[in-house]
């Protein structure tokens, strides 16, 4: 079945930190990559999003994700973290053959920024 | 911009008891999806609807329905409610003319039930 896996489910990083998030997804086939951020108490935000082309993408509050094909993987950055950055960070990947438009979600990863 | 409606924010309910959820999408979006995502949990899929007709369906206890009405909206309902139905319920409404139908989802509030 496919499957989103998130490495990290707790980071915790001082301001001024850089920031990376791995996320894999285990399905050989054309796929679209999402990064969702959900702030605490809040429903989920669209922070990036992959379809095609350029593999480096770039979101919205300074954030960038990498798409690697060979690696199967979509891997969040961001070179410099706030504390209002806190929150809890989802991969999420669509497109899977004959599966619609559902999203498959990775665990989460939940980011602490220490002031 | 407009954004996901869903109503009511927060639902508490008896067991065995009933409840229903809405959802108006984004205007011009055809397509809804439900998640349920429990305490500490990743969002899982439930059911999705595109023009009004179910198009795919997830782990949705058969006590739960749902359908997409002529105007778009959707409501979830839920019937014989236990205590393991206490989440949060996302609502997520795309438009399926792009991306070969899987444009992006925009996210709903959420309503958070809670079953005691």
């Known amino acids: 079945a496919q499957s989103v896996s998130q490495h990290n489910h707790h980071v915790i990083l001082s301001e001024a930190a850089s920031l990376e998030l791995g996320c894999n997804y285990s399905y050989g086939g054309t796929v679209n990559l999402f990064w969702y951020v959900q702030y605490p108490g809040q429903h989920l935000q669209l922070l990036l999003k992959?379809?095609?082309?350029?593999?480096l993408v770039k979101g919205i509050k300074g954030f960038e994700a990498e798409f690697i094909k060979s690696k199967f993987s979509f891997n969040l950055r961001k070179p410099s973290v706030q504390w209002s950055d806190t929150a809890e960070y989802f991969c999420?990947?669509?497109?899977?053959?004959?599966?619609?438009?559902?999203?498959?979600f990775g665990q989460g990863t939940e980011l602490s920024v220490k002031p | 911009a407009a954004g996901v409606i869903q109503s009511p924010r927060h639902l508490i309910k008896e067991k065995r008891e009933t409840a229903t959820l809405k959802c108006y999408p984004i205007?011009?979006?055809?397509?809804v999806y439900w998640y349920q995502q429990g305490p500490g949990q990743d969002p899982q899929f439930l059911i999705s609807?595109?023009?009004?007709?179910?198009?795919d369906k997830g782990s949705i206890p058969d006590r739960f329905s749902a359908q997409q009405f002529s105007d778009y909206h959707s409501e979830l309902n839920m019937s014989s409610l236990e205590l393991g139905d206490s989440a949060l319920y996302f609502c997520?409404?795309?438009?399926?003319?792009?991306?070969?139908?899987?444009?992006?989802?925009?996210f709903g509030p959420g309503t958070r039930l809670t079953v005691l």
């Open positions: 609807f595109y023009e009004k007709m179910q198009s």
């Open positions: 997520a409404s795309s438009s399926s003319g792009l991306a070969g139908g899987l444009d992006t989802q925009y």
């Open positions: 999420a990947v669509n497109g899977f053959y004959n599966q619609g438009g559902k999203l498959i």
């Open positions: 205007p011009r979006h055809d397509t």
């Open positions: 992959y379809f095609s082309g350029d593999p």
